[in-house]
């Protein structure tokens, strides 16, 4: 037997059925068909409310990457206070829901209709390369409109005991540090509307001190780049990395603790920071703990004396819980049966999906209570990489809806 995760706090909580945003697994799944992916709104607002009790006066942000599906973006945008693009596709969605003065636009390899798409639009753009930089000069010269443009820092330091590092070595993302102070002044200097930093160190920590070390690294770095180019930066956003606990042995991040030394650190900022905004983006830890996977049992085998469930669902929708989205070592999701969330577990089973393929399992010998053909089968913290970082058409099988409660 494998352990599982724990189930996010809102779920936790044992109804004799699993219930999402107010009706039961059963009733989405009679309503949408399975495999359906439900967004519970009240969870995502309870994390939003969480992060304003815990920084106050700091803007939010949320990545739209994280996850795309519509409706969510749009109860999202209503929730925060600017909405960050890494495509024209995500910059598209984000128009529909947030003035342009609102979204930012990251991301390595900008083509140049990208680049004309946010300079017309009138977003900002993260640059991530002096190239960058001067593509989106001479688009904006072109245009007649005066750029809206952020430098994107490559830190010197990584956020520690992150999932996945983006600072601290030779990367595709950002402006080297040392660099950085010239490329602004050449933006001020051509005209552009310089609107600050952005420095993204990493992703998925659970350590609330690693979050606070790599924020106040942020705060003294932005100052002494700031100083350095002579420019005093409209907004420095912080980048993000908050993590959700998707396995045994995580423990929640200890945001109220974040929030409380970047406060700190905020006070004692330098001169040249006195007017500047400062801003977290995030996209998991707003959104995957209101996403429940519910998909049906098709088959129920036994082989070499294990039990495999065979759902309708599997890893072209849900490839994170497969482990093979940025994980090493396949670990269990948290996984229920959702018509016996009361029941303690019977036997030790492995959920596998409908994929011709041994990477499809969504749950490795994990002990449920007894599901036959027909039950709905809920995998937790579905809320963000989910369906838009899964590849769909893999065999064929239709794609899974989508619905926000
Ligand atoms: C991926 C990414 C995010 C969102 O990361 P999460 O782990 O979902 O919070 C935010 N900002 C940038 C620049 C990213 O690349």
Not at 319 to 345: D, H, K, Q, W
């Amino acid at each position: 037997m494998k352990p599982i995760g724990p189930l996010p706090p809102e779920f936790a909580g044992r109804s004799g059925e699993l219930v999402v945003a107010g009706r039961t697994a059963g009733e989405w799944v009679a309503e949408h068909g399975s495999p359906v992916f439900v967004y519970d709104r009240s969870v995502a607002a309870a994390r939003v409310g969480r992060f304003r009790a815990a920084f106050p006066g700091v803007d939010l942000h949320y990545a739209i990457k994280a996850n795309p599906f519509a409706p969510l973006v749009e109860a999202m945008a209503g929730m925060v206070d600017g909405l960050d693009v890494a495509s024209a596709g995500e910059l598209r969605l984000a128009l529909a829901h947030k003035p342009a003065d609102a979204i930012s636009f990251a991301g390595p390899g900008k083509r140049d209709a990208e680049l004309e798409a946010a300079v017309a639009a009138g977003v900002t753009v993260n640059l991530e390369s002096e190239n960058e930089a001067e593509r989106a000069l001479a688009i904006a010269e072109r245009l007649g409109d005066t750029p809206r443009l952020a430098v994107r820092v490559n830190p010197s330091f990584e956020l520690r005991g992150s999932g996945m590092r983006m600072g601290g070595r030779p990367s595709p993302f950002g402006v080297d540090t040392e660099r950085v102070p010239a490329l602004v002044r050449r933006i001020v200097a051509a005209g552009a509307d310089w609107r600050g930093f952005h420095v993204y160190a990493g992703s998925q920590t659970l350590d609330a001190q690693a979050v606070a070390d790599t924020q106040a690294a942020t705060v003294a770095l932005a100052a002494r780049l700031a100083e350095e180019a002579g420019a005093e930066p409209p907004l420095v956003n912080l980048g993000g990395g908050f993590g959700v606990p998707y396995f045994a042995g995580d423990a929640a991040l200890d945001v109220e603790r974040v929030g409380a030394a970047l406060v700190e650190a905020l006070r004692a900022r330098p001169g040249v920071l006195a007017r500047s905004r400062f801003a977290i983006e995030l996209g998991r830890w707003l959104v995957a703990e209101c996403g429940v996977y519910l998909t049906r049992v098709v088959d129920r085998k036994e082989s070499g004396g294990e039990t495999f469930l065979v759902v309708d669902g599997g890893l072209h929708h849900q490839l994170a819980a497969s482990g093979n989205f940025g994980t090493v070592v396949r670990r269990n999701y948290p996984i229920a049966v959702a018509g016996r969330m009361e029941t303690e577990p019977e036997e030790v089973v492995s959920v596998v999906g409908c994929l011709c393929t041994p990477l499809d399992r969504l749950g490795d010998r994990v002990a449920l209570p007894r599901a036959d053909v027909g039950d709905v089968i809920a995998l937790f913290l579905a809320g963000a990489y989910g369906a838009s970082a899964s590849p769909a058409s893999f065999l064929g099988h239709p794609p899974a809806a989508e619905v926000l409660g």
